[in-house]
């Protein structure tokens, strides 16, 4: 994929019959990334308790369906205020997916990015989403989720790639298998056990899912994920993780390769179905992505 690619929808960006709502946010990554905060809230980490029947809505998935919800409560436009406990329950790839369709509703190059954050609590990389934009000349990496009012020692709407507050996935995957982290110190929170080599692995594919387009839930399991390393085909994400840190670095070949791969090889990419872990519920089904 070029540039241009990332001015269009996905089919989980486009907001379909709501899309005059993000005519009227105006394209500025800062009001942008205001309304994705007022529209949404964490669904476990928002400082509001939700009850579980609202903590679900983590799982809408498309936007149009997001805006569904939010518009149930909320016939106004997105940019108008919502108390936190009445706004749609999400997690940061919900706070990205609505930024980045703003942004490609004004035609402006977006997409989001899978990794791990190490600016929320010291010692620990919790796993996260950013948007990233095209700004005319580069790639911008903007957390939507971030509160500038709050007190940080970096921008988090234009994140020095090389500075580690974030890093991709990929980056990690290649830094653990060089052995230079601690893979345990990488996953969903320190009070779970969703972290380590697997939990890198997995989100390798989702790296590259989300920026082939398929920007799939962070619960959703697809192909040659697995929570278990021993006959997992290591190389071949090893492969995948080399390409798509190269692809950033401006290599062009990469990303042919890359979207090559992700369009030939299923183990690389969702299918009709996801086999998708509630959060919530701490239940298992099959997803049809069929719309």
């Known amino acids: 994929m070029d540039v241009d690619d990332y001015r269009t929808h996905s089919p989980y960006s486009d907001p379909r019959h709501h899309a005059a709502l993000l005519d009227a946010v105006p394209a500025d990554l800062p009001i942008v990334a205001a309304t994705a905060r007022n529209v949404i809230v964490h669904y476990r980490a928002g400082g509001v308790e939700l009850p579980d029947a609202r903590r679900a809505e983590a799982n809408l998935r498309w936007l149009d369906r997001i805006l569904d919800a939010d518009q149930s409560r909320f016939p106004l436009p997105l940019t108008a205020g919502r108390p936190a406990a009445e706004r749609v329950a999400g997690c940061c790839r919900d706070h990205t997916l609505l930024t980045v369709a703003a942004l490609r509703q004004h035609g ?155 369009a030939s090889d299923d183990r690389l990419r969702p299918g009709a179905t996801v086999h998708c872990m509630d959060p919530v519920s701490g239940t298992a089904a099959e997803v049809d992505l069929r719309r």
């Open 108 to 262: 402006i190059p977006a997409r989001s990015r899978v990794g791990f954050a190490s600016y929320f609590v010291p010692g620990w990389h919790h796993d996260h989403v950013l948007a990233e934009w095209w700004d005319g000349g580069r790639w911008v990496w903007s957390d939507p989720e971030l509160d500038p009012a709050d007190d940080r020692p970096f921008d988090g709407y234009d994140i020095d790639p090389e500075a580690g507050h974030f890093d991709s996935a990929a980056r990690v995957w290649l830094a653990h298998r060089a052995g230079r982290i601690d893979p345990d110190t990488y996953g969903v929170d320190p009070s779970l056990p969703f972290r380590g080599d697997w939990f890198v692995h997995d989100y390798v594919l989702l790296e590259l899912a989300h920026r082939q387009k398929d920007e799939v839930l962070l619960w959703d399991g697809f192909g040659a994920m697995t929570e278990d390393l021993t006959d997992a085909d290591l190389p071949l994400v090893d492969e995948v993780a080399a390409l798509l840190v190269a692809a950033d670095r401006g290599d062009a070949a990469a990303g042919r390769e890359l979207a090559r791969r992700y």
